[in-house]
């Protein structure tokens, strides 16, 4: 409960969500990660996670050779 206090009391964590869309042989691949640039509360609360998953900054029309592919059934 005091942990939940103090994080209520510090500044809000910052953070970028890149979301990027590849299409390959017909197929639409999607993937998505978050860089954390300030942690504040998250230091505090660390019951609250956002994991840290860094991608490469792409502009439209750049290409990329991938390194692995997995295909995830819904």
């Known amino acids: ?3 939940y206090f ?10 970028y ?4 869309k590849v299409t390959m042989g017909g197929e639409v691949f999607t993937f998505c990660g978050i860089e954390v ?3 504040n ?3 505090i609360y ?3 996670k956002w994991f840290e998953k860094f991608i490469p900054q792409f502009k ?4 990329f050779r ?3 592919i997995d295909i995830i059934k819904n």
Request: hydrophobic letters at 30%; proline letters at 3%; zero cysteines.
């Open 46 to 48: 660390y019951f609250e």
């Open 17 to 20: 969500e890149t979301k990027i």
């Open 41 to 43: 509360f998250l230091e």
């Open 37 to 39: 640039e300030e942690y």
């Open 66 to 68: 991938p390194t692995y």
């Open 6 to 15: 103090l994080a209520t009391l510090s500044q809000d964590a910052i953070g």
């Open 1 to 3: 409960m005091t942990r």
């Open 60 to 63: 439209e029309g750049d290409k």
